[in-house]
């Protein structure tokens, strides 16, 4: 269950990362990129504590990563990130037919620790969070149609969850309301466009959707 590289040099890395695989180690020894970037690259890496994770995905969702090899990357893309200056694309399969077939989604987040779950409420509520996306359908299928949806802001399963709450939850996603058993949910972090933090040039990172 190895990554695939999409672009790499001194800097930085961006992976393909397989759907079940963690983004980060844990103490059980699971799969996971943080190893696996250690092991590809260690003599490039130039932070104390490893690779330097710029933002995750969950564990079935499959797709890009992008992680710096050196302290000063990992802050300007921090940076970034957080002034909304990266623009992250997924591409979901979801069961039914949104209607509209393009649309923006606003709502409040709460994460709920105890369940493992995005909770989502139309107003906010005490510890919510706002929660925006924009989707658009691409391909409608026989029970369900294929979405590109761009998020505004990076919420605890916000993608997962929003989607659920409108009644057309992710393909195989249980955990939020889809009745058909997967090994892995239909959720794929398909394009990512950032500023190299080094070089000034706008790299744009494609993955291929496998559903």
Do not use: W
């Not at 790499?8 to 079940?20: N, Q, S, Y």
């Not at 369900?144 to 659920?164: D, E, F, P």
């Amino acid at each position: 269950m190895n990554p695939g590289i999409l672009f790499e040099d001194r800097d930085l890395i961006v992976l393909d990362k397989p759907a079940g695989m963690q983004v980060e180690k844990d103490p059980f020894g699971t799969p996971n990129l943080e190893d696996f970037v250690s092991e590809h690259c260690p003599r490039e890496i130039r932070i104390k504590s490893g690779p330097g994770i710029v933002h995750r995905l969950d564990k079935p969702t499959s797709g890009i990563v992008l992680i710096a090899k050196k302290a000063s990357i990992l802050k300007q893309l921090n940076s970034d990130f957080a002034e909304r200056k990266v623009m992250k694309q997924y591409t979901a399969e979801v069961s039914g037919r949104p209607d509209p077939a393009a649309s923006t989604l606003g709502h409040f987040l709460v994460k709920d620790d105890a369940l493992r779950k995005a909770i989502i409420h139309e107003n906010e509520v005490p510890n919510s969070k706002k929660a925006v996306l924009s989707y658009e359908t691409k391909e409608v299928r026989s029970d369900s149609t294929l979405l590109k949806i761009v998020l505004q802001t990076g919420r605890y399963h916000q993608i997962r969850a929003q989607l659920a709450h409108m009644g057309h939850p992710v393909i195989g996603d249980e955990k939020y309301g889809s009745r058909i058993t997967l090994s892995r949910i239909h959720l794929h972090a398909s394009r990512l466009e950032f500023t190299h933090p080094k070089t000034g040039k706008r790299l744009r990172i494609e993955s291929p959707v496998p559903f």
